[in-house]
């Protein structure tokens, strides 16, 4: 069973396209993330949700929305795609929103735009 | 505010040789610091992580961390490689109270046969 699945795993489009990554957790927890990593491996937090309220929003183009139906998933919407938008994008979860907790990462989405 | 430095973008040691990975952080409260692992086309998996309490920490794999408040180090090590270990490495520090983790730019870890 994957505890943090996202799909897709690739993800190719063009400039413009308005384009979701969607990301579910089995393991009960409370709080889940996005994360994006650039072409040199540096990983930064975008979004966090405890109970599917926003808890934590990062300096991020409004092009991009999480939303989260039930505290199981966090989706991922992004509008109008541009080049510097292309990344590996990690959805996360932990049991409460404290980093004292173990952090559950997907195995990304390689996202592409051309 | 927080941060994290790790020295060497790449670190290639032989296999059974000694694993050493550079990690230095900021911090204006005391830290809460973490090692995670990234194998290829795989999320982050936690290592290890140091609260409070010893300083030296031990983790999974057979990797430890000892965290050196007179140095602002977390470094991350391994008395004998092996190949599985070949991976991306990433320290982490907690920021504050605010619950964002920060991570440093991650190390390069090639085992060679």
């Known amino acids: 069973d994957t505890a943090v699945s996202q799909t897709p795993k690739y993800l190719v489009t063009q400039m413009g396209n308005d384009k979701s990554i969607k990301c579910e957790q089995n393991?009960?927890?409370?709080?889940m993330y996005w994360y994006k990593q650039d072409s040199k491996k540096f990983l930064k937090i975008m979004f966090s949700y405890n109970n599917k309220e926003l808890i934590i929003n990062e300096t991020v183009p409004n092009r991009f929305s999480p939303k989260s139906p039930d505290k199981a998933h966090l989706n991922l919407h992004i509008n109008s795609l541009e080049l510097g938008d292309s990344a590996v994008y990690f959805c996360a979860s932990s049991q409460g929103g404290s980093y004292y907790e173990k952090l559950f990462f997907g195995s990304g989405t390689q996202l592409s735009v051309l | 505010a927080q941060s994290v430095t790790q020295l060497g973008s790449h670190v290639s040691v032989s296999e059974g040789a000694l694993v050493l990975l550079r990690c230095n952080y900021s911090s204006s409260v005391p830290p809460y610091l973490f090692w995670y692992v990234q194998y290829p086309n795989q999320g982050l998996q936690l290592l290890l992580k140091y609260t409070t309490g010893a300083t030296l920490v031990k983790g999974i794999n057979g990797f430890e961390a000892e965290f050196k408040k007179s140095e602002t180090s977390f470094h991350l090590t391994k008395p004998s490689a092996h190949m599985s270990d070949a991976a991306e490495y990433f320290c982490a520090v907690m920021a504050d109270s605010s619950y964002k983790l920060i991570f440093g730019s991650g190390t390069r870890l090639l085992v060679r046969p």
């Open positions: 393991l009960g927890h409370d709080t």
